[in-house]
């Protein structure tokens, strides 16, 4: 990384990330009828609705709020979706990689977050769940389906152990960029291997709806 | 306005929006099958749910914590409607100028908080949208209903355009007094020209359900 | 309580307490397709959700993050009733006593809270409501469903009018201890007289659906 600094990086495969769970939100949205303001705010809640959960629960200042970098990426993404997938067919697959490479950047983000705010390990690692996680959850709740990530492949779970294995091997020494890059690894390896094989948790009916 | 203040005016059109926002909770909610707490809680969540997400963004202290008033006023309205519209048919319609007027006052109020607060100007235009258009979006999702503001006429687009109309204003020079109501009056317009021709946003259908 | 403090009872009735919401939390959501992941979303949204929304409206330091031992109980509250009742139908009423003590306990814990925090009475009873209710309601809004609470017997009425008693008497000039215990006796009482005999609130559909 000649010349570009680690947060830097961060920085932009943030912005990067939000591009892409902007963009996944209005199609996810879409499967219901929504109009154009329907699509911004169901991307704003998947790509800003996790880390907004995570800033309010430590009493942190909105990140989005801040820098309306943020705000701006998902906003144009968004729209461009929109308008995109009203001509097009955009198969939700093509998604797929930098969905879960999303989930492992705002994971890590969100699991560092919390460790720099004195929380316990367990709360530090679903501070990182939640800022990976929570903006899917809430583009579903606002568009009044069934959460996708109750029944997806090993979506919550992928967060969770990359989290829990950065927070060990950062107690065990390894540094900050390095625990970093592991995590994030082992996010995109378990999710993607989860989506090759169908692997899913196990799951319960009880049945007296 | 002789011997009132625009403040003491702004608070009381404050109250008044809550009353016409607890009211048409309770019909929108009524749709379903609820009990009085239900309602009563549809009631809240229109009427005081924006401004609660604008104050917990901006980590303000929340509105009605402070001032019981707007709780007071919105339950009063809340149980009044309950029992009426158990004897009778309230039309909605009945409600659409008092709440477009409802809808423009909290959405001023909420670029202006937003200004305060130093925000962005796309940030500060946001929490006008958000105070004006959060509560009936929650009110919705409690409902478990699809929110009615993603499908109907301009509802967020009229109070985006009348925030961002008040702000630009407002860096030409123009009072906090003068651009409020201008604000106000492009948001009232815009919606009402809207339903009056069933304008609506672009909207769309991926399929992939 | 020889020996114990009454602060120690409390707590440890709040992390029993957080124990049957987690283990009930997970049969609600069950009675949709569930994986483990959502499961403990349930469980963890029932059993500290109430208490997260009272504690970010009075901007107070949410109280699952400073101890973590409410997240761990929870957690494996809900692991285990997953399982358990993966192999076996467990009769939702076995719970009805213990989530009625639950119920009185956030409460009253949640009405003290708002009256340390110097809020007006009734903003404090509604804090009281929203730490016993918000939990379940939350729940169900995650699972997709219209919330239990808007349509069971006097459950948030129960919860209400125990706060309201233990604010009036605490105002009389009993003692804290002494009022707490007896908004909670108001609590169950209600709750399990109304589930007894089925009593529960007038209710509204208005049928323009």
């Given at each position: 990384?000649?010349?570009?600094?680690?947060?830097?990086?961060?920085?932009?495969?943030?912005?990067?990330?939000?591009?892409?769970?902007?963009?996944?939100g209005?199609?996810e949205a879409?499967r219901k009828?929504i109009?154009?303001?329907g699509?911004?705010t169901a991307g704003i809640a998947a790509?800003l609705g996790g880390?907004t959960v995570?800033?309010?629960?430590?009493?942190?200042?909105?990140?989005?709020?801040?820098?309306?970098?943020?705000?701006?990426?998902?906003?144009?993404?968004?729209?461009?979706?929109?308008?995109?997938?009203?001509?097009?067919?955009?198969?939700?697959?093509?998604?797929?990689?930098?969905?879960?490479?999303?989930?492992?950047?705002?994971?890590?983000?969100?699991?560092?977050?919390?460790?720099?705010?004195?929380?316990?390990?367990?709360?530090?690692?679903?501070?990182?769940?939640i800022?990976?996680v929570f903006g899917g959850l809430l583009r579903d709740v606002l568009a009044n389906e069934m959460p996708l990530v109750f029944t997806?492949?090993?979506?919550?779970?992928?967060?969770?152990?990359?989290?829990?294995?950065?927070?060990?091997?950062?107690?065990?020494?390894?540094?900050?960029?390095?625990?970093?890059?592991?995590?994030?690894?082992?996010?995109?390896?378990?999710?993607?291997?989860?989506?090759?094989?169908?692997?899913?948790?196990?799951?319960?009916?009880?049945?007296?709806?």
């Amino acid at each position: 990384m000649h010349g570009i600094s680690v947060d830097t990086l961060l920085y932009g495969l943030g912005i990067a990330a939000s591009v892409v769970c902007g963009a996944t939100g209005v199609l996810e949205a879409g499967r219901k009828h929504i109009d154009l303001f329907g699509a911004i705010t169901a991307g704003i809640a998947a790509s800003l609705g996790g880390g907004t959960v995570r800033d309010l629960l430590l009493d942190r200042k909105v990140f989005w709020i801040a820098d309306q970098t943020y705000l701006i990426a998902t906003i144009a993404a968004a729209v461009m979706t929109f308008f995109l997938a009203r001509r097009w067919r955009l198969p939700a697959k093509l998604f797929l990689l930098p969905d879960a490479m999303g989930l492992a950047l705002f994971t890590v983000v969100g699991t560092q977050i919390g460790l720099q705010f004195q929380t316990p390990w367990l709360v530090a690692s679903l501070m990182g769940v939640i800022t990976g996680v929570f903006g899917g959850l809430l583009r579903d709740v606002l568009a009044n389906e069934m959460p996708l990530v109750f029944t997806s492949e090993l979506y919550a779970t992928a967060a969770w152990l990359g989290a829990v294995a950065m927070i060990v091997m950062q107690e065990l020494g390894l540094g900050y960029v390095a625990s970093s890059f592991l995590g994030m690894g082992v996010v995109i390896l378990i999710r993607l291997a989860a989506i090759r094989w169908h692997i899913t948790l196990p799951s319960l009916k009880t049945g007296n709806s």
